[in-house]
C-alpha cells in the first residue's frame, strides 16, 4: 500500500472493492455494464489478473489491471491491461502515483519489466507515457475478428 496525504493505492480483494472500482474502470471499458464488467474480471482472476485502485479524498480515481506474466522475449514481467484516471481528475498526480506503485509492486514480485499498449487515438495516454519514462518500443497488430 502505498499512502500520501491525500492517495491511497491498494488491491482490490473483494467483490465490494470491484464494485467500488467499476465506476471509474467503466470509463475506459463502457461496453460493459457494471455486472458484465465484475463477471468478465472474475474470469480474468481465475488466469491471474489483479486490480489496483488509487482513492484520493475518500473516491477512488484511478485503476490498474495487470498480470504478472513470463514470456521469452521480456521474462518475468507485469504487463498493464487496464489503466485509467478519472477524466475530472487528470492531471492532479494520480496516474503517476500509480504507475510509481505499478514499478515498485512489480519489482517487489520480481518483475524485470513493466508493459502496456495504448490505443493509437489516445494521444493524451501517449504523452503521459512519455512522461512517466516508457519506450515506444513496438507496434501492436492485431485481427479482431477471426470468425471469417
Not at 71 to 80: C, D, I, M, R, T
Amino acid at each position: 500500500m502505498i499512502n500520501s496525504d491525500t492517495m491511497t493505492i491498494r488491491l482490490a480483494s473483494t467483490r465490494q472493492d470491484l464494485t467500488n472500482l467499476a465506476p471509474v474502470l467503466l470509463e475506459l471499458r463502457p461496453q460493459y455494464t457494471t455486472e458484465t464488467l465484475l463477471q468478465q474480471i472474475s474470469k480474468q482472476q481465475a488466469e491471474g489478473y489483479q486490480l489496483a485502485s488509487l482513492e484520493m479524498d475518500s473516491r477512488i480515481v484511478c485503476v490498474a489491471g495487470f498480470v504478472i506474466t513470463e514470456k521469452l522475449a521480456w521474462g518475468k514481467h507485469l504487463y498493464v491491461d487496464d489503466l485509467i484516471t478519472s477524466e475530472n481528475i487528470r492531471s492532479h498526480g494520480a496516474g503517476k502515483a500509480m504507475i510509481a506503485w505499478l514499478k515498485q509492486f512489480a519489482r517487489a514480485q520480481g518483475c524485470r519489466e513493466l508493459h502496456l499498449d495504448s490505443g493509437m487515438h489516445r494521444l493524451d495516454a501517449h504523452r503521459f507515457y512519455d512522461r512517466e519514462g516508457f519506450d515506444r518500443a513496438c507496434l501492436h497488430f492485431s485481427i479482431t475478428d477471426l470468425s471469417e
